[in-house]
């Protein structure tokens, strides 16, 4: 599968990545972008943070998490405002939040929908990668009081797209947050969601490409 690398980045070791999660109180959008930090670390980024942002204190209420992750320290907590990666975990938001307001063109955006990319009506100068997380949690199991969780099963669809952070550390990040069976149905998942992530590719024209 090929992955997006993203446009205009280059291997300098001072390069910082900057995210956004999108997702709803309960979703797990805190726990995913916990996760991905970790991973990040293990894929040899030594600078990682991960800031909520609460909308407010309601359960299903909007929540996004602003992450930087960097090879060298982070110095820097505030709001992202111009993200190379926006990820959302619930595709309603779509009509309620500007997930893309400010992702730089040729960055990444991350949804989990039962829609194909092509269905989202999100098109723009950058890539679009969609999986059905709720669905790949639910077949492994991970529902709990009638809640599906997917903070593992999103990241499937980031890791699919994206060389940012390979899936090995991600599975060895889930596998120092889970254990036993837990461990087991998240890192399915995870799999699941990876397997099953449909793209739409942005290819950023070869002059822009090589400013």
Same mark, same amino acid.
């Given at each position: 599968?090929?992955?997006? #690398?993203?446009?205009?980045?280059?291997?300098?070791?001072?390069?910082?990545?900057? @995210?956004?999660?999108?997702?709803?109180?309960?979703?797990?959008?805190?726990?995913?972008?916990?996760?991905?930090?970790?991973?990040?670390?293990?894929?040899?980024? #030594?600078?990682?943070?991960?800031?909520?942002?609460?909308?407010?204190?309601?359960?299903?209420?909007?929540?996004?998490?602003?992450?930087?992750?960097?090879?060298?320290?982070?110095?820097?907590?505030?709001?992202?405002?111009?993200?190379?990666?926006?990820v959302?975990?619930?595709d309603?938001?779509?009509?309620?939040?500007?997930?893309?307001?400010?992702? #730089?063109?040729?960055?990444?955006?991350?949804?989990?929908?039962?829609?194909?990319?092509?269905?989202?009506?999100?098109?723009?100068?950058?890539?679009?990668?969609?999986?059905?997380?709720?669905?790949?949690?639910?077949?492994?199991?991970?529902?709990?009081?009638?809640?599906?969780?997917?903070?593992?099963? @999103?990241?499937g669809?980031?890791?699919?797209?994206?060389?940012?952070v390979?899936?090995?550390?991600?599975?060895?990040?889930?596998?120092?947050?889970?254990?036993?069976?837990?461990?087991?149905?998240?890192?399915?998942?995870?799999?699941l969601?990876?397997?099953?992530?449909? @793209?739409?590719?942005?290819?950023?024209?070869?002059?822009?490409?090589?400013?």
């Amino acid at each position: 599968m090929r992955r997006l #690398k993203l446009i205009g980045v280059t291997e300098a070791m001072s390069i910082t990545y900057e @995210i956004v999660w999108h997702g709803r109180g309960g979703q797990g959008a805190v726990t995913a972008a916990k996760i991905f930090t970790e991973a990040a670390y293990y894929q040899g980024f #030594k600078g990682v943070s991960a800031k909520p942002t609460y909308f407010s204190e309601r359960r299903g209420a909007p929540v996004s998490v602003h992450t930087r992750i960097s090879r060298e320290p982070i110095r820097t907590f505030s709001n992202v405002l111009y993200p190379d990666i926006a990820v959302v975990l619930d595709d309603n938001l779509l009509d309620m939040v500007n997930v893309t307001a400010n992702l #730089k063109t040729g960055g990444l955006l991350v949804v989990n929908s039962a829609r194909g990319p092509e269905e989202l009506g999100v098109g723009g100068p950058y890539t679009v990668a969609v999986a059905d997380a709720f669905h790949s949690s639910k077949e492994a199991g991970l529902v709990v009081e009638g809640n599906v969780l997917i903070s593992t099963s @999103i990241l499937g669809p980031l890791a699919a797209a994206s060389d940012l952070v390979g899936l090995e550390n991600i599975r060895l990040a889930v596998g120092k947050k889970f254990k036993a069976a837990a461990l087991e149905r998240n890192l399915t998942a995870l799999e699941l969601a990876y397997k099953n992530t449909r @793209i739409l590719r942005y290819e950023l024209p070869a002059a822009s490409a090589r400013a």
